[in-house]
């Protein structure tokens, strides 16, 4: 895979995590909100980690 490809990847997956983890501590934790928030968490953790396994693979 291209590294500019991975390197846009890797941004918007600092960007999503970051931003939720920042709204974490915003919004009520009995909201929907709340529940949306933490899913961005997961997804923005996943799409790091999946970033940084092909990038592992494609530089063994």
Do not use: H, Q
């Not at 970051?18 to 961005?40: K, M, R």
């Amino acid at each position: 895979m291209a590294p500019e490809l991975l390197k846009a990847f890797f941004r918007a997956g600092v960007f999503v995590t970051g931003t939720s983890v920042f709204l974490l501590f915003i919004v009520t934790p009995d909201s929907a909100e709340f529940v949306v928030t933490v899913l961005s968490v997961c997804v923005g953790v996943t799409l790091l980690t999946l970033v940084a396994l092909v990038s592992w693979y494609a530089n063994r």
